[in-house]
């Protein structure tokens, strides 16, 4: 959307955004690329799926989505989201410990899997990404959102994982409609961490 936008109102061909989270998501592109902020902005605001955007300090954007889980719903819808390059990292399969920043990694894809798993036995109701609301899981879809390009992808895996460890841990009472959104971010972790581990040389497992 940003780098569309970027196209549309420079012509200047972009390769990413570079999105990270802050209290929304928040892209450098025009500071990096010296590029008229206000206009992209205002390019970006006419999203159908945008509520407003920002322009902050030296030209930074900060998007503000309508309806933030949305960002689950297109990385489920793609399951190509996150490859790239091979990535060049040392996680070793042992401790399995959350000392281990390869075992939460995996752990975390393992866990998104069993969620995606036991939904259906479970009887959890369909999901509405508009329920996705708590702090911690707006934290997520904008780790989730920055990861495709992101220039440090271990370090992005590790903080998504973490993330997801957050709101899997918040929420175990009995399945409840709220539980069906849960079930579609955890179906966007698992589309992310897997093709992240895929780029490490890994093949992902639904069980460790």
């Given at each position: 959307?940003i780098?569309?936008?970027?196209?549309?109102?420079?012509?200047?061909?972009?390769?990413g955004?570079?999105?990270?989270?802050?209290d929304?998501?928040?892209s450098?592109?025009?500071?990096?690329?010296?590029?008229p902020?206000?206009a992209i902005?205002?390019?970006?605001a006419a999203?159908?799926g945008?509520?407003h955007?920002?322009?902050r300090?030296?030209?930074?954007?900060?998007?503000?989505?309508?309806v933030?889980?949305?960002?689950?719903?297109?990385?489920?819808?793609?399951e190509?989201?996150g490859?790239?390059?091979?990535?060049?990292?040392?996680?070793?399969?042992?401790?399995?410990?959350?000392?281990?920043?390869g075992?939460?990694?995996?752990f975390?894809?393992?866990?998104?899997?069993?969620v995606l798993?036991?939904?259906?036995e479970?009887?959890?109701?369909?999901?509405?990404?508009?329920?996705?609301?708590?702090?911690?899981?707006r934290?997520?879809?904008g780790?989730?959102?920055?990861?495709?390009g992101?220039?440090k992808?271990?370090?992005?895996?590790?903080?998504?994982?973490?993330?997801?460890?957050?709101v899997?841990?918040?929420?175990?009472?009995?399945?409840?409609?709220?539980?069906?959104?849960?079930v579609?971010?955890?179906g966007?972790?698992?589309?992310t961490?897997?093709n992240?581990?895929?780029?490490l040389?890994?093949?992902?497992?639904e069980r460790?």
């Amino acid at each position: 959307m940003i780098v569309t936008a970027v196209r549309a109102v420079t012509g200047v061909v972009v390769s990413g955004a570079a999105i990270t989270w802050e209290d929304t998501y928040v892209s450098p592109v025009a500071v990096r690329h010296r590029l008229p902020a206000q206009a992209i902005a205002e390019e970006v605001a006419a999203h159908p799926g945008v509520s407003h955007v920002e322009t902050r300090g030296p030209g930074l954007l900060a998007v503000h989505l309508a309806v933030p889980g949305r960002i689950a719903e297109a990385i489920t819808r793609d399951e190509r989201y996150g490859t790239g390059a091979t990535i060049k990292a040392c996680w070793a399969d042992f401790p399995r410990t959350f000392d281990n920043p390869g075992f939460r990694v995996r752990f975390a894809h393992e866990r998104a899997c069993a969620v995606l798993r036991r939904a259906p036995e479970l009887g959890v109701p369909r999901g509405d990404a508009a329920a996705l609301t708590t702090p911690a899981e707006r934290k997520l879809l904008g780790l989730l959102a920055g990861f495709d390009g992101h220039r440090k992808p271990v370090l992005q895996l590790e903080r998504i994982a973490d993330a997801y460890h957050d709101v899997h841990e918040a929420f175990r009472e009995e399945p409840t409609p709220q539980h069906g959104a849960r079930v579609l971010l955890a179906g966007a972790v698992r589309v992310t961490l897997s093709n992240g581990l895929r780029r490490l040389g890994e093949t992902p497992r639904e069980r460790l």
